[in-house]
């Protein structure tokens, strides 16, 4: 368990990440932005996480103590590649682009590097090359 596993766990026992926790709402913010970005494998994980965050935020920003952003790596018949998912505080994934990767028979193993909350991620990584991607070339990233 990393230091933010710690952090998270700590805090949770403390009743701190305890605020109406909203996962239909999540998951209907999740639906609504997974319904307008391409999926490939050209970072579309990051893109739906750092757009997912930013529009939690834009919703409720006492909502961003409801989940993590993990990245990490899912290895399947193909290889080891970097993945980014967002992990609910009642243990429910919200993996929108994991099918990239094909059908789950083609995954292997899916690991954790890194946890950050949802604040700490809004505030910490949102200002990316993927950003300016996003930007500069909406209609690789956008649905028409």
């Known amino acids: 368990m990393n230091l933010q596993e710690q952090l998270n766990r700590i805090q949770e026992m403390m009743g701190v990440n305890e605020p109406?926790?909203?996962?239909?709402?999540?998951?209907?913010?999740?639906?609504?932005?997974?319904?307008?970005?391409?999926?490939d494998v050209f970072g579309s994980c990051v893109h739906f996480a750092e757009l997912f965050v930013e529009m939690v935020n834009e919703h409720n920003d006492d909502l961003l103590y409801c989940f993590d952003v993990i990245e990490g790596y899912v290895t399947t018949n193909d290889g080891k590649f970097e993945h980014t998912w967002i992990k609910l505080k009642n243990d429910n994934i919200i993996d929108p682009t994991i099918i990239q990767f094909g059908d789950k028979s083609k995954i292997k193993k899916i690991t954790k590097k890194k946890t950050f909350s949802g604040t700490q991620y809004l505030t910490d990584t949102t200002d990316t090359w993927f950003k300016e991607r996003r930007e500069k070339f909406p209609h690789f990233i956008y649905k028409d």
């Open 20 to 39: 109406s926790c909203d996962y239909d709402k999540l998951k209907e913010l999740s639906d609504e932005l997974s319904s307008k970005l391409k999926c």
